[in-house]
């Protein structure tokens, strides 16, 4: 039984696994483009440098046109995948991970609510400018790769609770933030092309009830309800959040009966009159494509999905988006630019908003019992999570990079965003570095004396 029980664990976190994983290996690759862009910008390859990225690029498809430059592919295109798979993974979360599970799952949730609130109240308490105010949006965010390739230099003291909960309220906040930011930052809104694209996905959502799980078609569905966005006015990734809660979690069969059928065609491939024979015949070939066959049918379309996706998005669509979008102008080093209301705004926001509005909100829950802590994760643990939260890097660039057109404004809450990112990430890790230090230090001591 308790065998069993340990499948069953390692059963439903080894996705989680897998996903902490590679997106911890994407920090360092992050990290590098990083320098290449703030690099390569303040060099005297510059200009070509953000001449590259404005080269427009045409496309054509059964009459419909669109043209843009290559960065506005990278972030109304290659970004409306990276936001598709994340509602994925929220999605599969929903049904059979974390948040399905009653209280345990509010508190990610609370603490997501949070880390929206919070931030963007304080940056609107702390911006006066016109120009700039439009911009509360960006400390919602928190940038998932960077934050986790942080965690994962504490290596196996961060309890698997811990992460869970982080993943899972950094995932909740970036698409609150970015649906705020593709509904509220749209500056004009044509209702034809909306009206057509909500349309488009009622037929996505019908589909899902009828249990249509032919993967092609949802995501030609998919891309012409983002065109349909794009020309709308409203941001194209609030369609891949969308998109990605029509695609079906279920499976088509079941695992006995697929163990059934599989055992069946194994015995027909390897039956011992064809041991010896160089070619396979008609019946092991029919064998192979029916154990094909099944093995479709009893993947689930989501999670096969986010599991070929999710690789690509971590280790080439984000590490491009940083590498076109990235580059802080610092030709002329001026100690003004951090003192800049935008700069200030931005970075208080991420550092203490972020912080305050995730802890707070987690601990009011866990104070109110409307959420459950999770098992071996300390108050202390939480707060050293919610000062992680505040690096916001590549995700509130991106909110940054929609709101604001002036060239000025937007390396000036790059720069923010940047020295948030770095002071978070070195406070969080300091803070979860003593803690569980601590804590393992405790139960080595209890070990001991239970020993002797």
């Excluded at 009206?195 to 799980?213: E, P, Q, T, W």
């Excluded at 055992?263 to 019946?283: R, Y």
């Excluded at 802890?359 to 098992?375: D, V």
Aim: proline share 4%.
């Amino acid at each position: 039984m308790e065998k069993q029980s340990n499948e069953v664990v390692r059963t439903i976190l080894n996705p989680f696994q897998r996903f902490f994983q590679i997106e911890s290996s994407g920090c360092i690759l992050l990290l590098f483009f990083t320098i290449i862009a703030i690099t390569l910008v303040n060099s005297s390859f510059s200009d070509t440098y953000l001449n590259f990225w404005k080269n427009e690029i045409s496309v054509s498809v059964a009459g419909f046109n669109l043209s843009a430059s290559l960065k506005q592919w990278i972030n109304d295109g290659l970004m409306t995948i990276f936001f598709f798979v994340a509602g994925l993974e929220i999605k599969r979360e929903l049904m059979i991970g974390e948040l399905s599970n009653g209280k345990k799952a509010f508190l990610p949730v609370f603490a997501a609510i949070g880390g929206m609130i919070v931030p963007a109240f304080t940056y609107v308490i702390l911006n006066e400018d016109p120009a700039t105010f439009k911009g509360w949006s960006i400390p919602m965010a928190t940038d998932i790769t960077f934050s986790l390739g942080i965690l994962g230099l504490l290596g196996k003291r961060v309890p698997v609770s811990l992460k869970v909960f982080f993943v899972t309220f950094v995932i909740v906040s970036n698409l609150g933030a970015v649906s705020v930011m593709a509904i509220f930052n749209s500056t004009y809104i044509h209702l034809k092309y909306l009206l057509i694209g909500s349309g488009l996905f009622l037929y996505l959502v019908l589909f899902n009830l009828l249990k249509f799980r032919f993967i092609p078609v949802y995501m030609i569905f998919g891309w012409i309800i983002w065109y349909m966005f794009f020309e709308s006015g409203i941001h194209p990734s609030l369609a891949g959040i969308l998109i990605a809660f029509t695609i079906p979690l279920g499976r088509k069969i079941r695992i006995n009966t697929f163990r059934k059928r599989m055992d069946s065609n194994l015995q027909e491939f390897c039956n011992d009159e064809s041991n010896n024979k160089v070619a396979l015949t008609d019946e092991q070939l029919a064998a192979i494509y029916n154990m094909e066959s099944e093995t479709k049918k009893v993947q689930s379309p989501l999670q096969s999905l986010e599991h070929r996706l999710h690789g690509p998005v971590t280790y080439f669509i984000i590490p491009v988006f940083v590498l076109a979008n990235a580059g802080v102008i610092l030709e002329k080093p001026d100690i003004n630019i951090l003192l800049h209301p935008l700069t200030a705004s931005t970075g208080f926001s991420l550092i203490f908003g972020k912080t305050a509005g995730v802890f707070i909100f987690s601990w009011l829950a866990i104070k109110l019992k409307l959420a459950l802590k999770p098992g071996n994760v300390k108050l202390i643990h939480i707060f050293g999570a919610s000062l992680l939260g505040g690096m916001g890097f590549s995700i509130s660039i991106f909110i940054a990079g929609q709101t604001f057109n002036i060239p000025e404004l937007l390396n000036t809450a790059k720069v923010g965003i940047m020295a948030a990112t770095f002071i978070s990430a070195v406070l969080g890790l300091l803070i979860l570095r003593i803690s569980l230090k601590k804590q393992n230090r405790s139960k080595t001591v209890k070990k001991k004396t239970a020993e002797e």
